[in-house]
């Protein structure tokens, strides 16, 4: 089905888009190839860099911070472990109660971050709380905590969202292989999880607020129109 998606996204969004892609195709095959596999590590970590230095300007945070630097062999693993993937818009990505096979990463385009609306009569209603950004991710904090989806994840509704992705087993396989990425990743996913929980309360407080105020109207219209006074 994702598949679809990419040709007809590509087909939908014009050549700057599919060049692009075209792009970042070959360099993913190329490290796919037995041919980068049978390089010597030096020469396969500058290859790496070299085929995707665009990536790691924009996603410096995952291979650098003030308490963490990774080194060559773990830029080179999660280099070459990249794939694309792209969605239509509000196509989604996520659902609630769904896991996030993959860590996601906005190369273009936005996420939006949804909850249901539970007053719709329309079962897929949802409400725009949050977005992210181009060059932010998601689905960090779920796969480490092995957690499910509490909200829902779509596409932006102006363009087509392309994504660099790393499949849910490769990461857990390189926190076992590389334990101080594991300790930054951990603790950084922990810290966005609470974030994004905090995001989702005060938009619910904020949904709380709006109608409270819609009752107050509606009892004021109510009392105006039976000629009661407060």
């Known amino acids: 089905m994702r598949i679809t998606f990419i040709l007809a996204a590509a087909a939908l969004s014009g050549c700057a888009v599919h060049l692009k892609t075209d792009n970042v195709q070959h360099n993913i095959a190329v490290t796919q190839s037995e041919f980068f596999h049978q ?7 500058k290859l790496v860099n070299s085929l995707f230095s665009n990536f790691t300007v924009h996603f410096f945070y995952m291979f650098n ?12 693993n999660f280099l070459s472990s990249l794939y694309s993937s792209l969605y239509l818009p509000e196509n989604e990505i996520v659902g609630y109660g769904d896991r996030f ?14 909850v249901a609306n539970v007053d719709s009569e329309d079962p ?11 060059f932010s991710y998601c689905g960090d904090y779920q796969i480490l905590f092995d957690l499910q989806s509490q909200i829902v994840y779509k596409a932006g509704s102006n363009r087509v969202l392309v994504t660099m992705c790393v499949a849910k087993d490769k990461l857990l396989e390189l926190m076992e292989d590389f334990p101080e990425a594991r300790k930054y990743y951990f603790e950084r996913a922990w810290e966005r999880r609470i974030e ?9 407080h904020k949904l709380e607020g709006i109608d409270m105020f819609q009752i107050r109207h509606e009892m004021s219209d109510h009392k105006v129109l039976f000629g009661e006074q407060s």
């Open 196 to 204: 994004f929980r905090r995001q989702l309360k005060l938009f619910r």
């Open 65 to 76: 911070d003030t308490e963490f630097e990774a080194g060559c062999e773990f830029t080179s």
């Open 39 to 45: 390089l010597k590590p030096r020469v396969r970590h």
């Open 101 to 114: 096979e993959e860590l996601v990463m906005i190369q273009e385009g936005i996420i939006s971050l949804q």
């Open 124 to 134: 897929n209603a949802c409400y725009e709380f949050f977005i992210l950004p181009t």
